[in-house]
């Protein structure tokens, strides 16, 4: 296993929830996770990774939804698919896409899998998630056939969490909701990891929300883990700069940048060209001499602050 | 507790109106276009004669039930399981703490009981209408039919639901189903000149309960003859069986220990 995959500080070997080993699935043939590795402690862990990273796959792999081709996953110690139902005893879950029984209404449908979780007062649970995500008012009298996208999200939310499980994984928990939804969405987990202990894996494309929450990251990229490790420590490590630069015109100013040795990686997002160094002070030095060559002038340039985003943008080359 | 709370939630989900009323409406009107076949005969007849007339209702009945119970139970086992894959409630429901066997028999139980209580409720009220001066029989033989009923819809969602499971998208899960409902059908309906030809059909998976129960009252609209070329009662039984029960083990198999959500 890669270095930076192990886990230091905090970590105890019996603090893990999640262990992934050499997992390798293929879709035909398209090899969707190749070899992947990680491990999670308790707390609140971010899977995260650009589409066909192998996110969802890896989440369901965990579930006991998809069988693994090569390698072993285990949650709370116990192989995910041969002992998939005992694990599932343990976990709430939310689907990228939630599916539910249309025809009840949402308290209806949140008792019924209470009774199917074998919680004790189904109708208690139902109510108390409910309010966790503030759909306890609508979700009395309408069918969920006629819920919103956002109201559909929370009530799938209500479901993961019904019954307070051990761990809680979430595959896009908050691309339907709107701001406000998003930010009470983060309350609720910070209030669950912290109050009830309960642990977290969130796979999401939203990084500025998963840096508020995460404890733990886990970065994925063509069905491999490319990091991972606690936040605070994955930062720490970044020892590169991203500029963000505004160059009209851009295009020949790019081609000299990609050929400078101290560039690890460079992208562009719009007008903006994010350029991450290794050497600072060679960057600084060499800036006015390419937009000479290029004939470009700078019209911004700023230093972006470490961040998940970061880290990510740099761990993916851009 | 578990599996009679999903058992009420996937019922209640298939039999969702309009289906329910749907198919009663569909099945009634068909029992009322055999019930005219046979000639109603006066209340003072032979007891004998009133049996072989309500044996003759209920075997036709049970012949024409076979394509349309066919077909819905494949519609319905189809929706039951492609469609629940295909839109995520399949996943929603196997990442519960739910055995896959449960799930299984519960979408199997959703859609077969009903419709076979529908079918039989309905043979029963058209015979009872018919023969009303001798209800004692017609409850005596109709008890009969019910197993027969149950084992047309069984084949048929059997089929559905092993068809489903593989292709796992609704469109061709359907044509496929209702396609392969239509060959048995065929199969089974060829054009009958000889004994031979009786013989040949308590062979086929659609006729074979049918003709378990023309063995089962001794009597046969067909005539004697071919009550006497056709195999024994255990035999008819055990083959109409075999054909519901080797695709809903198959499909139980997969179900259980192979599907995987891809979607």
């Known amino acids: 296993m890669p270095t930076d995959l192990r886990i230091a500080g905090k970590l105890m070997p019996d603090e893990i929830v999640i262990e992934v080993e050499n997992l390798t699935k293929r879709f035909g043939p398209v090899e969707a996770l190749r070899n992947l590795s990680f491990k999670v402690p308790e707390g609140v862990a971010g899977l995260i990774g650009p589409n066909g990273a192998g996110k969802t796959t890896t989440i369901k792999i965990l579930m006991g939804l998809l069988r693994p081709d090569e390698g072993n996953a285990e949650v709370f110690g116990l192989n995910c698919w041969k002992d998939s139902l005992k694990i599932r005893g343990k976990i709430g879950f939310l689907p990228e896409k939630a599916a539910f029984y249309d025809h009840m209404t949402g308290l209806d449908y949140l008792i019924l899998i209470s009774e199917l979780k074998g919680l004790q007062n189904s109708r208690n649970e139902a109510s108390k998630a409910l309010s966790l995500v503030e759909l306890e008012s609508e979700a009395q009298n309408r069918r969920v056939r006629e819920y919103s996208a956002g109201m559909r999200q929370r009530l799938g939310l209500a479901q993961a969490l019904l019954g307070t499980p051990e761990l809680v994984i979430l595959d896009e928990p908050t691309s339907n909701l709107d701001p406000l939804g998003r930010i009470q969405f983060l309350d609720v987990i910070n209030k669950l990891s912290k109050e009830a202990g309960v642990a977290f894996l969130i796979s999401s494309h939203i990084l500025p929300e998963l840096e508020k929450v995460c404890d733990y990251v886990v970065l994925m990229d063509k069905g491999r883990a490319l990091k991972a490790g606690s936040l605070n420590q994955l930062l720490s490590k970044i020892t590169t700069s991203t500029f963000r630069m505004k160059v009209q015109p851009k295009e020949k100013f790019v081609e000299l940048l990609k050929r400078e040795a101290y560039v690890r990686s460079l992208w562009l997002e719009k007008d903006l060209v994010f350029v991450v160094v290794g050497e600072v002070e060679d960057f600084k030095r060499r800036l006015p001499v390419l937009l000479l060559e290029a004939q470009a002038s700078l019209e911004e340039l700023e230093v972006e602050g470490k961040s998940l985003e970061s880290l990510f943008k740099t761990s993916l080359g851009g | ?263």
Request: charged share 10%.
């Open chain 2, 1 to 263: 507790m578990k599996f009679s709370s999903l058992l009420k939630a996937e019922t209640e989900r298939v039999w969702s109106r309009p289906v329910l009323e749907l198919t009663s409406i569909l099945v009634f009107l068909l029992s009322l276009s055999v019930a005219p076949l046979v000639s109603v005969i006066p209340p003072d007849r032979l007891q004998a004669e009133i049996f072989s007339k309500i044996v003759g209702f209920i075997t036709l009945y049970a012949d024409s039930l076979t394509l349309f119970l066919g077909l819905i139970c494949a519609v319905l086992g189809t929706l039951s399981f492609a469609k629940d894959y295909e839109q995520g409630l399949l996943q929603t429901l196997l990442s519960l703490p739910l055995s896959r066997s449960l799930v299984f028999v519960s979408k199997l139980i959703a859609v077969t009981v009903p419709i076979t209580l529908i079918a039989w409720v309905t043979m029963v009220f058209s015979l009872s209408l018919s023969f009303y001066f001798a209800l004692d029989i017609v409850f005596r033989t109709a008890f009969y039919v019910l197993p027969i009923i149950f084992i047309i819809s069984l084949l048929s969602f059997s089929l559905a639901t092993l068809i489903s499971l593989l292709a796992k998208r609704i469109l061709p899960s359907i044509l496929a189903s209702t396609a392969s409902i239509l060959i048995l059908f065929m199969i089974s309906n060829p054009p009958m000149a000889t004994l031979g030809d009786f013989r040949y059909l308590a062979y086929t998976p659609l006729r074979a309960p049918v003709m378990t129960l023309i063995r089962v009252f001794g009597e046969s609209y067909f005539g004697s003859n071919v009550l006497e070329a056709l195999p024994e009662t255990g035999t008819l039984l055990t083959l109409s069986l075999t054909y519901a029960l080797v695709p809903l083990f198959f499909a139980f198999l997969y179900f259980t220990r192979k599907l995987e959500i891809k979607q």
